[in-house]
Nanobody, 124 residues
Framework: QLELVESGGGLVQPGGSLRLSCLVSGFTLKTYAIAWFRQAPGKEREEVVCSSSQGGATNYADSVKGRFTISRDNAKNTVYLQMNNLKAEDTAVYYC?????????????????WGRGTLVTVSS
């Protein structure tokens, strides 16, 4: 059974940093495409970043490019989202999602497992 559990959210001041974690179980991480999404109150869900399977491409939303970085630790079955220079508009619930398994690189068009989310609040 696929399971994803996010952690690391919290309250941070503008300009600060947070690192979110997504602990996965039930599958081999490198064979899955992994994405981080976010949803702010009253807004539609937005894909923040997609990390393709098997070491394929990584694509960031323009709104976070240069500030957010996704990484994987396959040995720890964990995906991280490092968020720097946070802004008030980054306030949202952040979710990780997975799709696969794929035995070549594949993107995030077919995600079938989701975590429950972790809240990030950027405020002074």
């Amino acid at each position: 059974q696929l399971e994803l559990v996010e952690s690391g959210g919290g309250l941070v001041q503008p300009g600060g940093s947070l690192r979110l974690s997504c602990l996965v179980s039930g599958f081999t991480l490198k064979t899955y495409a992994i994405a981080w999404f976010r949803q702010a109150p009253g807004k539609e869900r937005e894909e923040v970043v997609c990390s393709s399977s098997q070491g394929g491409a990584t694509n960031y939303a323009d709104s976070v490019k240069g500030r957010f970085t996704i990484s994987r630790d396959n040995a720890k079955n964990t995906v991280y989202l490092q968020m720097n220079n946070l802004k008030a508009e980054d306030t949202a619930v952040y979710y990780c999602a997975a799709g696969g398994p794929y035995y070549s690189d594949y993107d995030c068009n077919d995600l079938d497992a989701w975590g429950r989310g972790t809240l990030v609040t950027v405020s002074s």
